[in-house]
């Protein structure tokens, strides 16, 4: 997964500290731990730009992860303070793709880089929901 | 909690084994995470008897747990085996409550006594499922 | 479980959100996921007072919930935010008690109120840590 | 991940029913559960081979997870019955890859397809455990 993320800046993040029951009995997060750490940062991404995924589910449009591939540098320990920091690209017409970066605070080592595809889903069709595609792909800049 | 649960007999019991990703930092068993052995143990004797917890949601009508009482006995540790067994009683006229208790196995010592008692809701209101009420508490027997 | 919070004052409060994958299929908080908020909760306020949960477990000296009480009044939904505010008494010698509300923000409605009774033990063996007793009950306000 | 797979045969299986508490608020399996599913199903097959995770870890000797790539195919729903099949296969010196598909049962569709790569640590170097090449890599049948 060289390369994939822009090493420039990042549009979102989202701070945690990790709680006690987060760890196994290795002492270290727990490596499906980090999958929920990266569903809350996206949740928190998309939430940011107007998009609420429980809300939209209501109406019966979800969004569903489809892969994810993610690289484990790094334990984190009880109590350690650490952020996603994240992009959203688009692959082919319908994926969404989030890069997601967890960097332990303060001394910014990287814990884990993963790479989050998903597609919006509706009447067990793939599309791409218009909200989405407005929050995060209209060149309205120009 | 001594006495609320019959020493004769249980109506029903579901067999575990602790899986690692279970256990806390402290090398045993979450204290959470026996509440989801207990519920996954309540939702298999209310399957055994006709009662689809998932089903009812999808038809608006809700299970929900108003409270619980736990005693923590004996802690349990990578790789145990151990069995839920429980009875159901009614309080009052709309309150179900599931005496739990759990054993570690082989050697049947007791690891947890619980109570948890619940109601079923419909349209925001707490009422008593036909369903419920037959399948544990007509005197069908007489 | 009435009159056993004081209505007065709460000696600590931790703040958190609901993350949406702790909600389960009814669309609500799972009850299992509450005593994993109650637990962080208590590890902070320990925290606050110089008690370290991980770093004790390392020095062979473990803090072990003995019993669980909780009354669920109301449930949390995606991304609601809520405070639990506690207090800590000493029953017996040995035992420790968190005295545990839930609260919704910010409208301040009664979420869940929990009593969590706790031991500290030390070779097998129940014992009152020193610096537990000291940060806690030691009456060095006189 | 196309071909990595043996689709010839796997060397061990481990059947598995979803539990109510893993369904999220879409109503089925949270994405992160599936790591839970896959790391317990290594677990059991390493178990299989006289190798004890929790024994190991308490040896000083662990076995970390460094990389993970999944596949999301199909939503597991309440109730569901399904099975981990899996290989574990060798990468360079010091990588055990496994190869874990996981399939709904009765109807055998494809749910899930990852790869989880990890290595043996001790003293915070990585090695190849005795035990691991012993019993996945010897080539004691010639």
Redesign the interface.
């Known amino acids: 997964m060289k390369n994939i993320t822009s090493d420039t800046a990042y549009q979102y993040e989202v701070a945690f500290q990790v709680?006690?029951?987060e760890?196994?009995?290795?002492?270290v997060v727990?490596?499906?731990?980090y999958?929920?750490y990266l569903?809350?940062a996206r949740?928190e991404f998309l939430?940011a730009k107007g998009i609420?995924?429980?809300g939209l589910?209501a109406k019966g449009k979800?969004l569903?992860?489809?892969?994810?591939?993610?690289?484990?540098k790094l334990?984190l320990?009880?109590?350690d303070r650490f952020v996603v920091r994240m992009n959203i690209i688009r692959e082919g017409r319908l994926r969404l793709v989030f890069l997601q970066d967890l960097y332990r605070l303060p001394d910014e080592k990287l814990v884990l880089r993963a790479k989050a595809t998903g597609v919006c889903v509706q009447n067990g069709k793939p599309t791409l929901f218009e909200e989405v595609n407005r929050a995060f792909f209209s060149s309205a800049s120009s």
Chains 1, 2, 3, 4 share one sequence.
């Not at 760890?23 to 002492?27: E, I, P, S, V």
């Not at 727990?30 to 731990?33: F, P």
């Not at 569903?64 to 484990?72: G, M």
Request: proline content about 3%.
């Open positions: 709680r006690d029951y760890c196994d009995l290795q002492g727990n490596n499906a731990v999958l929920h569903e809350h949740h939430y609420d995924f429980a589910h979800d569903v992860l489809i892969r994810i591939e993610a690289d484990y334990p320990r009880s109590r």
